[in-house]
C-alpha cells in the first residue's frame, strides 16, 4: 500500500502512506488542503502524528518502548542515565573514550554562574520548584544569548550539566539551607543527591542504592516520543526560539497533574487515602463516579493500553530498594492494593486503565528523601536527555517548517460593529 484514497464530496483524493521502521503505518495528508480546501481534526491528536522521529519506539498494545532500539528494560538494568544521555542525542551507545569525554563535559559545565544564584533570593519560600527551574532554564539564554551562534553541543551538555544543580539549589532555597556546589570527583546521581542533601556541618555519606535508584528512575523517565512536553519543546523550536526557551516551555508543559505533575499527584492521593483511614476501595468507587471528578492519579495512559512497562520495573524496583533501606512504607501498601482492586474492576479493565510510571516513581522518591513537590522536578531531569535529542531532531531537518496546526471556526459569522450606547 502507498497509497490511500479519501473521498470528500465526490471526489477522490490520493494520499501518499508513510510505513515506520516498525511498520507503523501513516496516511501524509499534508497536501490534502491545498488540494481540497479541507483540513482533518483530531483535538487531543490522538490519530495525528507531527513527525518522523528515529529516537523512541513505543507500543502501547503490547507494552514495548525502547530507546533507538534498545528496550527499556536493558537499559534501566545495564545502563546509566549519562550512557543514555549520550545514546538519545547520538543514536549510539558510547565507546570508552566519548563515554569519558562526556562525562567529563557534565562535571565541567556543573556549575551555574554565581551571579544567577541571586535569582533563587527573589523567590517566595513557598515557590514551586517547577516555576524556579522552568524560570531558570528561560534565563540560561541571558548567560549564553549567542545559543544559536554556538553550537548546540555545548549547549545540551550545559542544559544537562546544569538542570541538577538548578534543582538542587531550588530545594536547598525551599527550606533555608545554604546551597551545595557540584563536586568533580563524583557521578552525575552522586552529585545531584549530594547537592540535595549534604549540608556543611555535617558529613553526609552517599548510599549507592540510593544512587542506582535514581539512574533507573532518570532512565526509565528519558523519552517517550511525542507526548505534551516533547511536542512542546518541538512546537517552540520549530519557531527558531533558542534552546532554552524551547526548554522551559517544555519543563512548564510538564508540570500539568494530566502529565509529568501526576507523580506529584499520585502521592498526595495515597496520603489522603492513608489519613482517612486506609479505605482504598472508597477511592476506586469514587474514581469510577464521573460527577466526582476525581481521578486515581497514576493509572491510565494514552499510548500504553496493556501495561506501562515503566510501572512494571518501577514496582520492582521500589520493593527492592524500600526493603534494602529498612523503610515500612504504608504508602506503598496502599498503593499495591488500590492497583490490585483496580485492575480487577471492570471500569478500569474495560477502559484499558492500568498503572502508569508515575503511580510508583513518588514511592521511590519519597524513599530517598525527595519532598514531594519536588517530584515533577525529578522527572524533568530525567526528561531533558529526550526534549534535547527531539530539540537537536526537528534543527538538524533541513525540511522541517514551523508547527502551524489548523482550527475549525465556530464563532460568529461577521458582524457590525455596535456602538456602546446601542449596547444591552
Ligand atoms: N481514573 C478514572 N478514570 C479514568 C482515568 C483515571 N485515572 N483515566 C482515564 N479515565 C477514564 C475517563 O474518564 C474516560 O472514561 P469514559 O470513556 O467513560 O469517558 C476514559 O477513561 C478515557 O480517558 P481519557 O481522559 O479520554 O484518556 P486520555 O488518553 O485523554 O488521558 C490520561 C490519558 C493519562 C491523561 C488519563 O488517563 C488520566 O487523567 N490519568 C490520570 C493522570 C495521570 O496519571 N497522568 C500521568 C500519565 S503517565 C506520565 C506521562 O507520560 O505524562
Redesign the pocket.
Given at each position: 500500500m502507498t497509497t490511500a484514497s479519501l473521498t470528500l464530496d465526490g471526489k477522490t483524493y490520493e494520499l501518499p502512506v508513510i510505513r515506520g521502521t516498525e511498520n507503523e503505518v501513516a496516511v501524509d495528508i499534508t497536501r490534502l488542503r491545498a488540494q481540497s480546501g479541507a483540513i482533518t481534526m483530531d483535538p487531543?491528536f490522538?490519530s495525528t502524528g507531527a513527525c518522523e522521529s528515529a529516537i523512541t519506539f513505543i507500543d502501547g498494545d503490547l507494552g514495548i518502548l525502547r530507546y533507538r532500539g534498545y528496550p527499556i528494560e536493558e537499559l534501566a538494568e545495564r545502563s546509566d542515565f549519562v550512557e543514555t544521555c549520550w545514546l538519545l542525542l547520538n543514536g549510539e551507545l558510547p565507546n570508552a573514550e566519548q563515554l569519558k569525554a562526556f562525562r567529563a563535559q557534565l562535571t565541567y559545565h556543573s556549575m551555574i554562574h554565581e551571579d544567577m544564584k541571586k535569582f533563587f533570593e527573589g523567590f517566595p519560600p513557598s515557590a514551586h520548584p517547577m516555576a524556579i527551574l522552568s524560570a531558570m532554564v528561560s534565563s540560561l539564554s541571558t548567560y549564553y544569548p549567542n545559543s544559536e551562534e554556538e553550537s548546540t553541543e555545548v549547549n545540551i551538555v550545559r542544559l544537562i550539566a546544569k538542570v541538577r544543580t538548578i534543582a538542587a539549589y531550588a530545594y536547598k532555597k525551599s527550606i533555608g539551607q545554604p546551597t551545595i556546589y557540584p563536586r568533580n570527583e563524583l557521578s552525575y546521581c552522586a552529585n545531584f543527591l549530594n547537592m540535595m542533601f549534604a549540608v556543611p556541618a555535617e558529613e553526609y555519606k552517599i548510599n549507592p542504592v540510593l544512587v542506582k535508584a535514581l539512574n533507573m528512575l532518570l532512565i526509565l523517565h528519558a523519552d517517550?516520543e511525542q507526548?505534551?512536553?516533547t511536542s512542546t519543546v518541538r512546537m517552540v523550536a520549530s519557531s527558531r526560539a533558542n534552546i532554552f526557551a524551547s526548554i522551559s516551555a517544555g519543563i512548564s508543559a510538564?508540570w500539568g497533574?494530566?502529565?509529568?505533575?501526576?507523580?506529584q499527584?499520585?502521592l498526595e492521593m495515597l496520603q489522603v487515602i492513608h489519613e482517612d483511614g486506609g479505605d482504598y476501595k472508597k477511592f476506586v468507587m469514587k474514581?469510577?463516579e464521573?460527577d466526582s471528578g476525581?481521578?486515581?492519579?497514576?493509572?491510565?495512559?494514552?499510548?500504553?493500553k496493556n501495561f506501562?512497562p515503566r510501572a512494571t520495573i518501577l514496582r520492582k524496583m521500589s520493593y527492592d530498594v524500600l526493603q534494602e533501606m529498612g523503610i515500612d512504607d504504608p504508602l506503598l501498601e496502599i498503593a499495591c492494593n488500590l492497583e490490585k482492586v483496580?485492575l480487577e474492576d471492570d471500569?478500569?479493565v474495560s477502559?484499558?486503565?492500568y498503572p502508569?510510571?508515575?503511580?510508583y516513581s513518588g514511592i521511590l522518591y519519597r524513599a530517598m528523601g525527595i519532598p514531594t513537590n519536588m517530584f515533577t522536578v525529578m522527572?524533568a531531569i530525567g526528561r531533558l536527555p529526550g526534549w534535547l535529542a527531539h530539540f537537536k531532531e526537528l534543527r538538524d531537518d533541513d525540511s522541517s517548517r514551523i508547527y502551524r496546526p489548523r482550527q475549525v471556526y465556530t464563532g460568529a459569522t461577521q458582524r457590525s460593529y455596535i456602538p456602546m450606547s446601542e449596547r444591552k
Open positions: 487531543g490522538n517517550h507526548n505534551c512536553s510538564l497533574p494530566l502529565h509529568g505533575g501526576a507523580n499527584a499520585v474514581a469510577k464521573k476525581f481521578r486515581l492519579m497514576g493509572f491510565g495512559h494514552r499510548v500504553y506501562d483496580a471500569y478500569f477502559r484499558k486503565l502508569n510510571v508515575d503511580f522527572f
